[in-house]
Every structure is written in C-alpha cells, then in structure tokens.
C-alpha cells in the first residue's frame, strides 16, 4: 500500500509539474503578442465609428437593395464632415479616457500622458469623461492617479466619471473628484474606508526553533511585523495610521462633493446605484455607452488612450492577473 501511493505521489507531482510548465508557456506566448506592440498614444474619432456601425447594421438589414442608399449616406456624410471643418467655431468636443484600476492602480502612469496630451489641446468649451472600473487598492498609487484627475478641473475644464461595474474604496477616491459622476443601477460604489491586515508567523517559529532578528532605527519604523512578535504599541500605532488615512479619504470627499453626508458613507460600506444616487454619491443614473451616444449629437467625441511598452515580467504578471480573474 504504501508503495502504491509513494507512485501516485509521484505521479501527482509530475502531473502537476507539467501544468506548471504549460501555463507558463502560455503566458510567455501571450506576453510575447501584447509585448509593447502599438506603444504610445491612440487617438479615436468616436463619432465615425458610431456611424459605421450604424451604417454596417443598416446594409445588413437592407442586402442587396440598400447598396445604393448606402453609397447615398456615405457621400451625405463627408458633405456634413466638410462643412463642419469649414465651420469658424467648430463643434465642443468630448474626450473620452479609460482607467481600469488594479490594486496598485498601475494604470495610472497612462492616465498621466493622456491628461497631459488633452489639456494641450483642450478649450474652455470642452469636457471630459473617465469611463472609471476600480474596485480599490493601495492608497498612496491610486492618490496619485486622482492627483491625475485633478490637473483636468483645475483646467476649469468640465470632468464627467462614468462608472458602469465599480468604483470602490480607492476607486471611489478617483471618482469623488469629479463635477459630475454618471453610474449604473447595478454599480457598486461607495467602501469608504481604509484596511490593513498581514499573517503572523511568529508562532509557527518559534515552535519549530527559529529566531527572528529585526533591528529598527526609529521608534515605529516597523508597526507590526510578519515574522516577529507583535506589540499592542504596534497594534495601536498602525490602528492610528489607518485612523489618519481614513479621515483624508473623507477630507477628498468634502473637498469635491460637499453634498454628501461624509459621517453617514464612511463606514466602509458599498452600494449599488440606485442607493448611491440617495445618498448623492453619484449624481445621475445612466450607462457611458448612452450618454456618449446622446453627446455625439452635439459634440465630437475622442477616445484617447496612451499605450506604454510592458515589460516581460509586467506582462507575465499581467497574464496571471487575468488568467486568475478568468
């Protein structure tokens, strides 16, 4: 018997092994196709592609017979294209960025090129809309990436946050700064609170006979510690931190939307559109594919996006991400 199952943990292991060396074959493999091609910045006419795909359903719906009305629309609109280029005071635009947070909000370094490359051509007749996916992360990186935000209201210009599945906790940080936040029924927003939390292995060492040796320079260079023995000082000193960063998530809050009742969300909690709206942590209920079909009506929309080149382990690391998700 028990050679029988030294084989089959043998084999076990071997099984597992060779997953191991296929799922890191396909990362490389898809690392390798994401792997920088197309860096730099992606600017798109929004309007055109709506009205091609309009254009594409309309032929389908039409076949055969609908190729010379089509030809017809075509030319109608390079007609309309040329004289609105003709225009002395042509139409406000509308330009459209993209930010899908992670924990260390790594999308931010894009988001800080693609604020500059807008306000180097923005006027004061033009807005700005943040099509925001974020369920939070580290406080520092996603502090930066509002900081990011902020630079587009001190242009004086108008900034829009449309959240369709989630901005929370630090997403809801970058969301807060906005004039004007569009979310879904169904999006969850809100977690208004800070979080530490780390295992200790102390016990584990010490029961096994191993020291652990930390020298510090400064009172509370180290709070609480993964391998040492933790102190209630320690508890109380990271206790107090949190305290202090949690009343500057709150501070963000007042700052940009004083209409909230700050005590009343902050308590870590989340919710979905319908009850943010109650509690005006967004002021209107509608999806960014409705409102920038409305707005393409009277504005001409850009979708701006700043693609910088990964790295081999950013974009294995990328990979994992979301193969975990998945």
């Known amino acids: 018997m028990s050679a029988f199952l030294s084989a089959y943990g043998l084999f076990l292991a071997e099984v597992l092994t060779l997953v191991a060396i296929v799922i890191l074959i396909v990362l490389l ?3 390798n196709r994401r792997g920088g091609h197309g860096a730099g910045l992606h600017v798109e006419h929004l309007n055109r592609r709506f009205e091609d795909e309009a254009e594409a359903v309309k032929r389908a719906m039409a076949g055969k017979r609908g190729k010379k009305e ?6 109608e609109r390079k007609r309309e294209e040329k004289e609105r280029a003709k225009q002395d005071a042509p139409r406000p635009r509308l330009f459209v960025l993209d930010f899908k947070g992670d924990l260390r909000a790594s999308a931010a370094a894009s988001l800080r090129e693609e604020v500059s490359a807008v306000l180097a051509v923005a006027n004061d007749r033009d807005q700005v809309l943040v099509r ?3 369920p939070g992360g580290t406080v520092h990186e996603h502090g930066f990436a509002a900081s990011q935000l902020v630079r587009i209201k001190q242009r004086k ?3 829009l946050i449309a959240v369709d599945k989630v901005a929370a906790s630090g997403g809801y940080l970058m969301a807060c700064v906005a004039d004007h936040v569009l979310a879904a029924p169904f999006a969850i927003i809100g977690s208004v609170g800070v979080v530490a939390q780390l295992p200790n292995f102390h016990r584990l060492l010490e029961e096994h006979g191993v020291d652990f040796e930390q020298l510090t320079a400064g009172r509370y260079k180290r709070t609480l510690s993964l391998f040492g023995k933790n102190t209630d000082e320690g508890r109380d000193k990271l206790r107090q931190e949190l305290e202090e960063v949690h009343e500057l998530f709150k501070a963000q809050i007042r700052e940009h939307r004083p209409q ?3 005590e009343q969300i902050a308590t870590g909690e989340h919710w979905y559109g ?3 709206l109650e509690l005006k942590l967004v002021d209107e209920l509608r999806t960014s594919d409705d409102f920038l079909i409305e707005a393409a009506k009277e504005r001409d929309l850009y979708s701006v996006s700043f693609k910088r080149k990964r790295s081999l382990p950013e974009r294995l690391l990328g990979g994992a991400e979301g193969l975990l998700s998945r």
Request: charged share 35%; no cysteine; proline share 0%.
């Open 29 to 31: 493999i898809a690392a």
């Open 70 to 75: 089509a030809k017809a629309r075509t030319k």
């Open 132 to 134: 925001l996916e974020n």
């Open 157 to 159: 210009l108008k900034l």
């Open 260 to 262: 909230v009742d700050v």
């Open 274 to 276: 319908v009850r943010a």
